[in-house]
């Protein structure tokens, strides 16, 4: 049994919630909705895979083969899961402001190059497995920990990203594509504005009325 949890917790869970990670990332890059958030939001993705590649080259001579034989969980590690903790929770706060601008490439390039290394280090470099294991698992309970506090910030998002709400995305408003028709601002046609107007006050009515006349030519 303790080799089964043991089993469970160190390569199930924890490989898990770096992959949840990774997954968040491609989240972010998939629903970028302007074209300078797509550009940057996909740049720094690859960007981040780079960095994550001169990482695995820079650590060849340390890799060993994990062991998946031992029972024995790990002790506790206060620091690591402090930080963890700490990061976690700051950057979620970050992510949802930086979302909706150029920014987001910063966001993905710091998921991609930390979930993606983190997973590596952690299966093939023993000697920072534990504060890997610990650091993840703090960050984790940081960012649950947000999302508790502040529970639309996961909706805010997500939705900032890929809402079709132009206001959402940091987009002006459309014009109406008609101006010399008289369409009003926000493309109402004439019949339109005019029953949204109907059992308003007389001036309302009038002011309307002026809105949806045709200049002759």
């Known amino acids: 049994m303790a080799l089964f949890i043991s089993v469970l917790v160190q390569w199930v869970v924890i490989p898990l919630i770096m992959f949840a990670i990774f997954a968040f990332c491609s989240i972010i890059v998939a629903t970028a909705r302007t074209p300078e958030a797509k550009v940057s939001s996909w740049a ?13 080259v820079s650590q060849l001579g340390q890799i060993r083969e994990p062991d998946f034989r031992t029972a024995a ?28 601008t150029r920014l987001v490439g910063l966001i993905t390039l710091t998921l991609a190059a930390s979930s993606t290394s983190a997973i ?31 529970p639309m910030s996961v909706e805010h998002i997500v ?11 940091g987009e002006p408003r459309e014009s109406s594509p008609w101006p010399h028709l008289g369409l009003p601002p926000d493309g109402l046609s004439p019949q339109e504005l005019s029953n949204e107007v109907n059992g308003a006050d007389p001036v309302k009515r009038l002011s309307a009325s002026r809105e949806s006349v045709v200049p002759m030519a």
């Open 120 to 150: 590596f280090t952690y299966t093939f470099i023993d000697q920072l497995r534990l504060s890997v294991l610990y650091w993840t698992l703090g960050a984790t309970l940081g960012t649950l920990l947000h999302i508790v506090l502040f």
């Open 73 to 100: 969980l790990p002790g506790m590690l206060w620091y690591p899961l402090c930080c963890g903790l700490v990061a976690g929770f700051v950057f979620l706060g970050f992510v949802q402001a930086a979302v909706p």
């Open 44 to 56: 720094g993705f690859f960007a981040g895979l780079l960095i994550f590649v001169v990482y695995v």
């Open 159 to 169: 939705r900032r990203g890929s809402s079709g709400d132009p206001s959402m995305a």
